[in-house]
């Protein structure tokens, strides 16, 4: 498996506009199409034995009682998958006495991978789980083409 990234070149201290720019990766979803709640459920029913339909609807009942939870102010801790919790999003006020709960403009699901399942990107941990960085920049310098299958940047599933 690979995993394709960018090239981007950011300050290195973003409060500051003098600094330094460095370079740095960004995650490519460009030509690839995120897994989809079927696929999922076929890969769970052939690994358990549950039929696919059960899984399907397994999943849903997840999301459904995940959002009731969250909305009801708790976070969720699944053992070897993570937390999702709710962060909120505001402008901001001057002082904190003058913010009120109408200043909170949205609210966003964030989630926090458990120790089981994160990723390290040291290189002996990405190696030995047979992980690989594949350069898109490098790829499209060479003029070799980059796989085929989307015709723009994804977002970050993850944001």
């Known amino acids: 498996m690979a995993i394709r990234f960018k090239r981007v070149s950011r300050l290195s ?7 330094v720019k460095r ?3 960004i995650i490519s979803y ?12 076929q890969e769970i029913s ?6 696919e339909g059960e899984t399907i609807s397994v999943l849903k009942d997840f999301r459904t009682l995940m959002r009731k939870i ?16 709710l962060s909120a999003q505001s402008k901001g006020t001057d002082k904190a006495e003058d913010f009120t709960a109408s ?7 964030c989630f926090r991978a458990n120790k089981d399942i994160r990723l390290n990107a040291g290189a002996s941990s990405t190696r030995t789980d ?9 790829l499209n310098d060479e003029g070799t ?4 299958g989307g015709d723009g940047e994804g977002e970050d599933p993850a944001a």
């Not at 201290?13 to 600094?19: E, K, R």
């Not at 460009?30 to 459920?41: C, I």
């Not at 047979?130 to 490098?138: E, I, Q, V, W």
């Open 103 to 109: 200043d909170i403009t949205g609210l966003r699901i």
């Open 130 to 138: 047979g992980l690989m960085f594949k350069d898109l920049d490098r």
């Open 23 to 25: 370079t740095y990766p």
């Open 30 to 41: 460009k030509y690839d199409t995120p897994a989809t709640l079927k696929e999922v459920a």
């Open 70 to 85: 969250l909305l009801g102010g708790r976070s969720v801790n699944i053992d070897g998958i993570g937390y999702f919790y």
């Open 46 to 51: 052939g690994n358990s034995g549950v039929s």
């Open 13 to 19: 201290d973003p409060t500051n506009q003098d600094s």
């Open 145 to 148: 083409d980059a796989p085929s």
